[in-house]
């Protein structure tokens, strides 16, 4: 059983809309990334950046408008721009599959330690949101750090949650735009993206969500959260 791709598992079924741009090269092997649009629910999408293997495509299988259904993990790192370290995020792709109907075309299953304290907050039409970064163990000592939102009673429960405590969480990946003030005369579009969750435990009272030694494919369907 691969422990590490059990705690941190994607399933994304979408449309490629950017050609693949080189990103690095580890032991001859080159790694490109693209831009994958995931439908949700509602009928909006997400823009989602993906990393994936030469050794998993050839340029035909990623021609802009392909459809393509994946398997891998949402991974985290830093990059310096403009001489700041940013924090990355992309969907490490595993393996090419076969697009399953029974799934949501959105899944993401993660197993993390809570590194920073949850951030609660209401809007101004009284919807409870709550931010919380998790810290998810790979291989060789590394770590993601994964930006995740929860709503409602997600949010509440949450919040009561402390530092250094171990979620299970199970939920889709978004991006969102939002306005970044740059100085007074400036405002600029930027995107992020986040785990909307959609379920939530704590380790000790859900031990079975993330790590049944039986769960090979993605079994749970995400519940939308718009």
Request: net charge negative.
């Amino acid at each position: 059983m691969n422990l590490e791709f059990d705690n941190n598992r994607v399933y994304l079924v979408g449309k490629v809309t950017s050609e693949p741009v080189f990103s690095h090269e580890i032991y001859g092997e080159g790694f490109y990334d693209i831009n994958l649009e995931v439908d949700r629910l509602s009928n909006q999408t997400d823009i989602i950046p993906v990393t994936i293997s030469e050794r998993l495509f050839s340029e035909k299988s990623l021609a802009i408008g392909t459809e393509l259904a994946i398997r891998g993990q949402f991974r985290s790192y830093n990059k310096m721009v403009d001489g700041k370290s940013k924090l990355m995020l992309t969907v490490f792709v595993r393996e090419i599959v076969e697009k399953r109907p029974d799934l949501n075309s959105n899944v993401i299953e993660l197993a993390g330690y809570i590194c920073k304290e949850p951030v609660y907050r209401t809007t101004p039409f009284k919807r409870e949101i709550c931010d919380v970064l998790l810290a998810v163990n790979r291989a060789y000592n590394k770590s993601d750090y994964l930006p995740c939102i929860g709503w409602g009673r997600n949010a509440r429960f949450i919040s009561n949650v402390g530092v250094g405590e171990k979620l299970y969480i199970t939920g889709r990946i978004q991006s969102r735009e939002y306005q970044k003030r740059v100085d007074e005369n400036e405002v600029e579009k930027r995107v992020a993206f986040e785990v909307s969750i959609s379920q939530v435990s704590l380790a000790d009272t859900n031990e079975h969500l993330l790590l049944e030694e039986n769960m090979t494919a993605l079994h749970t369907v995400a519940v939308e959260q718009n």
